[in-house]
């Protein structure tokens, strides 16, 4: 069978008042004696831990005014010599071998009292220690009492008569029992609240049930809470929109970026430039923009790009191709990075392929509509680049070397909805796809370069 807590106490105290009704009528005095002395260290050792208990909830809260009410809580019993709060500290041995615990007296009452931390009990005193353990400072609180009154009292006992013992003992024992149920039952309950919210619970509430002390530290305790929940809240809304507020820049950020590049900037504050033995370059341009972007308004203009580069993006997507950036009327992709494959050449002859059966279906549905129509180029070469960040503001993802001029240039010399490969990548994907020679021709500062049209999947 489980106890309450108030049964305990009760059966406690019937069993202390029948033990004493017997030592009364046998050996008294002698064992009045020794439970007199245990009670008075009990009853030290619960001021300590008290004062040590409100000493840790004010440091706790950095409330020094706390500090010195808890202090005052045993202040003013005659029986005090003094209260002292002891800081320890950890110290290496000057071999550096082992370690000891160092004590220093931080705040003595009264004052005048001269403290030896190491202080142990004798027939005077009886001194009492209560840890306490806080961020801001690790410690004890020490109190020693006098025993003269505890010594004149038994002295009494030994010369008065059973009866006279005996009700002595019993309204001592009352008023005892009361003393100690005012005093546990509020800080049991501020421990209990406080073991709560130390595992999370900030929805705590210590009723406040007397006008001292112990009350204000109750009063203390809830404001602490209260205080809690409130910021943790705070905390918890800040959270949610730092996290939107993230996934929203990262969002930004793998737009400009590739995934790769992306991650490496937030994990290091810098993305290195790699070199890739292998790619495939992508270009593709209108055929006389110029020209027709001057027949059109902005808004149309700008509009008609969107829906073009916007199919380009669709596709590209689907064979894992990055974009590099466009200029003008001038889309530029590259398959094998950043991260590198074996299978780009064939993904950027598929793609470009399905960016020209775009093109033209877009032209079919345009001329249909009487609307002015584009004409695409495109041009591809496969070999090695060089790929990186540039630039400190709006900085973007690009690639350098000869592979990019020469996709530019096998661009240029493509001709309306026609797809120019180099020789190189036609060497790659040769049995794959009908190509046409187009032989050798003559290219800005290349010289003459074998040329290739694609026609379409064998």
Request: with cysteine; hydrophobic share 40%.
């Amino acid at each position: 069978m489980i106890l309450s807590v108030k049964s305990k106490i009760l059966l406690t105290v019937l069993s202390v008042v029948l033990m004493f009704a017997l030592f009364i009528l046998f050996y008294y005095p002698a064992r009045q004696q020794q439970y007199r002395l245990e009670s008075y260290n009990k009853e030290i050792q619960n001021f300590a831990n008290t004062v040590a208990l409100g000493v840790k909830i004010a440091l706790t809260e950095s409330n020094f005014e706390g500090v010195e009410m808890a202090l005052n809580f045993v202040r003013d019993d005659s029986r005090l010599e003094f209260v002292s709060l002891i800081t320890t500290d950890t110290i290496w041995e000057e071999n550096h071998i082992k370690f000891r615990i160092e004590k220093t007296v931080f705040k003595t009452y009264p004052d005048s009292v001269l403290v030896d931390p190491y202080a142990i009990s004798n027939e005077h005193f009886i001194n009492k220690r209560s840890p306490f353990f806080t961020p801001m400072m690790n410690g004890e609180i020490m109190l020693s009492f006098s025993t003269t009154e505890i010594v004149k009292a038994l002295n009494e006992i030994r010369l008065a008569s059973a009866i006279a013992s005996l009700i002595v003992f019993i309204v001592g024992l009352f008023f005892g029992y009361r003393l100690a149920r005012n005093i546990s039952i509020p800080v049991l309950a501020l421990r209990d609240a406080a073991n709560k919210v130390g595992e999370g619970d900030l929805t705590q509430f210590v009723i406040r049930k007397s006008h001292d002390e112990i009350g204000d530290l109750g009063d203390a305790f809830n404001k602490m809470v209260k205080d809690l929940f409130t910021a943790r809240e705070e905390i918890d809304q800040r959270t949610i929109e730092l996290k939107k507020e993230k996934q929203k820049s990262d969002e930004l950020l793998l737009n400009i970026l590739p995934s790769e590049t992306a991650e490496e900037l937030k994990r290091t504050g810098e993305a290195k430039a790699r070199h890739y033995e292998s790619v495939t370059v992508i270009f593709t341009d209108f055929i006389d923009f110029t020209a027709i972007s001057e027949k059109m308004s902005p808004e149309k203009l700008v509009k008609e790009l969107h829906h073009c580069f916007s199919g380009f993006d669709n596709i590209i997507e689907k064979y894992n191709i990055e974009k590099i950036k466009t200029i003008g009327d001038s889309y530029m992709c590259a398959a094998g990075l950043p991260v590198a494959n074996s299978t780009h050449p064939i993904d950027a002859v598929n793609a470009a392929i399905e960016i020209r059966e775009f093109m033209l279906q877009y032209k079919k549905e345009k001329k249909a509509k009487g609307e002015i129509t584009f004409d695409l180029r495109i041009g591809i070469h496969s070999g090695s680049v060089v790929a990186g960040i540039v630039g400190i503001n709006k900085f973007a993802y690009d690639i350098w070397g000869s592979t990019v001029n020469l996709a530019s240039r096998l661009e240029g010399s493509s001709e309306a909805n026609k797809i120019n490969i180099s020789e190189t990548l036609y060497k790659i994907i040769k049995n794959k796809y009908n190509c046409e020679a187009r032989g050798k021709l003559s290219v800005k500062g290349l010289g003459e370069i074998s040329m290739y049209y694609i026609k379409g999947i064998k």
